[in-house]
């Protein structure tokens, strides 16, 4: 499975972004999908998360009520709807995939796409 996530950029306080996601591969069908950021000198972070057949969400704390996980199965994509950014916000934004269980049966995130900067100005 390939990942490739764009949509990222340079905006403004209080602007709207849209991230994408589309997998590429052989049939893909995951237990979720999910949205991680890395800003400068910080630790990698959950932004939320989906199941890919169900469609169960989970946000962050700094997520909720400001972003949206959406999925399109037919186009193995995944966005990530963002709005009222901060500059706090600034970070590489990354998608994920979890599709295998690891030994205890719980879904791990094995396929990572590239990332895509986004930056928030003040």
């Known amino acids: 499975v390939q990942l490739q996530a764009s949509g990222g950029g340079l905006v403004k306080a209080g602007d709207s972004l849209r991230l994408s996601c589309v997998a590429s591969g052989r049939t893909f069908r995951p237990f979720f999908m999910g949205w991680f950021r890395q800003a400068p000198g910080r630790e990698r972070e959950v932004v939320g998360t989906i199941s890919w057949r169900e469609g169960n969400l989970y946000y962050s704390d700094f997520a909720k009520g400001r972003f949206t996980i959406s999925k399109e199965n037919v186009k193995n994509t995944v966005n990530l709807q963002m709005s009222s950014l901060e500059a706090e916000d600034t970070a590489v934004y990354y998608c994920?995939?979890?599709?295998?269980?690891?030994?205890?049966?719980?879904?791990?995130?094995?396929?990572w796409g590239h990332g895509t900067l986004v930056t928030v100005s003040s």
């Open positions: 994920a995939a979890a599709t295998r269980l690891n030994d205890r049966g719980v879904a791990t995130y094995d396929s």
